[in-house]
């Protein structure tokens, strides 16, 4: 940390935040068949692993979880999905920057993910930052509904586990929850906007994701983890993920040095594109309305209570603009129209000079080559109509 990092405006504490992504991960269960009942890890409580005592006590006392009810998607988080084994899987925590797994986040899973187990996790994992930061950035799929009860269950933590050994602190400071960027299109466009890494302030490039590259390499694994006893299984996942680990560390010179160049070429380059779109807007006082609309998405996106009355810069209002179905309905109901009714010399005229603009216009759209398939779908509709 920066020397006197404690005392930073508030507009540079993201300077200090920590990015960190929670995430199940269903490849890595274990078959249901005898095991020794005293085998234990030899790593026990001091791996990536939770503390497994502590949380043998807790999965004793809290209800295995159910469908959580969702005012967004359906999710396989939320337990719609199928999970079998005496482990289904595992939910952890790395870090969104720098795709480190962190250390004591690991929760092995009884059918789906279940918020009360992302919440182990995460009092688990974090223990060492908790009282220290004053400042967090999550990551989760399902971030827009595992935030609703977060503050009711930790009460209940408080008031039932506050006897348990790993966990002295539960106090979350202020955290930017938002979905990761791949997860995001399945989210309504209340969760993926207002939740977006894309528009919230401080967060520059990270896309929230860093627990699939992860999952990634570590699936290679699951195939023999699936058949080991519990407590070789831990030993075994322990010493991956430390080896996982230590190459990060050993390669960061190099991948750090390597992305600030990239950034730095990234910065110049929007820049430099912002300042000609900016000056080919004419419209000084619709600028500044602009920034002002910024301003206030930048002070206010970053508290999830504000979002429904928080109007969003960066989406058009519907009677802004049509849709790509609007336009070619549109194109086929004026084609139609031109030729039902018969044009004299100053409309032939008139007709001509709009099909050469129409044709100029189209030439330039065709140069482009980074388009979307829907738009180009539009721009064929349109060259068809043109050419008939």
């Known amino acids: 940390m920066s020397e006197g990092w404690r005392d930073r405006p508030t507009e540079d504490e993201y300077l200090d935040m920590l990015f960190y992504s929670i995430d199940g991960n269903f490849h890595h269960n274990q078959k249901m068949k005898p095991m020794d009942p005293d085998d234990f890890p030899l790593t026990q409580g001091a791996g990536y692993f939770v503390c497994e005592p502590d949380f043998a006590q807790y999965q004793e006392r809290v209800r295995p979880p159910k469908k959580e009810e969702s005012s967004c998607n359906k999710f396989g988080a939320m337990g719609y999905g199928r999970y079998s084994g005496r482990v289904s899987g595992m939910v952890g925590l790395t870090c969104s920057r720098h795709m480190f ?13 279940g918020f009360a187990w992302g919440d182990f996790a995460q009092l688990s994992g974090l223990q060492p930052w908790l009282h220290t930061l004053k400042l967090l950035c999550r990551g989760y799929d399902i971030n827009c509904q595992y935030d609703k009860k977060l503050e009711l269950r930790l009460a209940e933590f408080r008031k039932n586990f506050s006897h348990l050994r790993s966990i002295k602190t539960t106090t979350f400071p202020p955290t930017r929850s938002l979905i990761p960027k791949f997860h995001a299109p399945a989210h309504t466009l209340l969760c993926s906007i207002y939740r977006s890494y894309n528009y919230t302030p401080g967060v520059g490039n990270t896309d929230g994701e860093a627990s699939e590259r992860i999952w990634a390499a570590f699936n290679a694994l699951a195939i023999r983890a699936k058949e080991m006893t519990a407590g070789h299984r831990h030993d075994v996942i322990n010493d991956f993920l430390n080896d996982l680990n230590a190459r990060r560390v050993h390669g960061l010179p190099k991948s750090l040095s390597a992305k600030h160049q990239d950034a ?4 110049a380059l929007a820049s430099e594109h912002l300042q000609l779109l900016e000056q080919n807007i004419a419209d000084d006082r619709k600028l500044t309305e602009w920034r002002q609309m910024e301003a206030v998405w930048e002070r206010d996106v970053v508290d999830p209570k504000k979002h429904r009355a928080l109007q969003n810069p960066y989406i058009l209002d519907k ?51 980074d388009i979307s ?10 060259c068809e109509a043109f050419l008939s």
Do not use: C
């Open 101 to 113: 797994v962190l250390p004591s986040s690991l929760v092995d899973l009884v059918k789906g993910e």
């Open 264 to 267: 730095r070429r990234q910065l």
């Open 319 to 369: 009677d802004k603009g049509l849709t790509e179905k609007q336009l070619v309905e549109m194109m086929k109901k004026v084609h139609a129209g031109r030729e039902e009714q018969s044009l004299g010399p100053l409309g032939v005229i008139h007709q001509g000079t709009l099909l050469e603009r129409t044709r100029e216009e189209l030439l330039d759209e065709l140069e482009l080559d």
């Open 373 to 382: 398939d829907a738009a180009r779908e539009t721009l064929k509709a349109r």
